[in-house]
Nanobody, 126 residues
Framework: QVQLVESGGGLVQAGGSLRLSCAAS????????MGWFRQAPGKEREFVAA????????YYADSVKGRFTISRDNAKNTVYLQMNSLKPEDTAVYYC???????????????????WGQGTQVTVSS
């Protein structure tokens, strides 16, 4: 069982930056691929970024590529999402998720993730 707790959300002006953190419990965190998703009001949850267990592979949605960076620190059981050049359309609740599959590629599909955090609100004002 893995528990995930996001933090770092808040209100920021367009063009600004935020860094989200996701702290995981459990000794097997370092074996999981991790992902970030987001859900804006009235919209479906969508994929943002994913990172392999080692951090050697990363995968981004086209909408955030070049602006967001996913990283992880397995010694701290934490995954990060650095968000730069934020836009009002980035406003959403951001969720981290853990994928416990082994020897599979990174996924943008919600159903492949086994554990989810409670989310953290990011609001970007224009």
């Amino acid at each position: 069982q893995v528990q995930l707790v996001e933090s770092g959300g808040g209100l920021v002006q367009a063009g600004g930056s935020l860094r989200l953190s996701c702290a995981a419990s459990g000794r097997t965190f370092s074996s999981y691929a991790m992902g970030w998703f987001r859900q804006a009001p009235g919209k479906e949850r969508e994929f943002v970024a994913a990172i392999s267990w080692s951090g050697g592979s990363r995968y981004y949605a086209d909408s955030v590529k070049g602006r967001f960076t996913i990283s992880r620190d397995n010694a701290k059981n934490t995954v990060y999402l650095q968000m730069n050049s934020l836009k009002p359309e980035d406003t959403a609740v951001y969720y981290c998720a853990a994928d416990q599959r082994v020897n599979y590629g990174l996924s943008s599909i919600m159903d492949t993730y086994d554990y989810w955090g409670q989310g953290t609100q990011v609001t970007v004002s224009s």
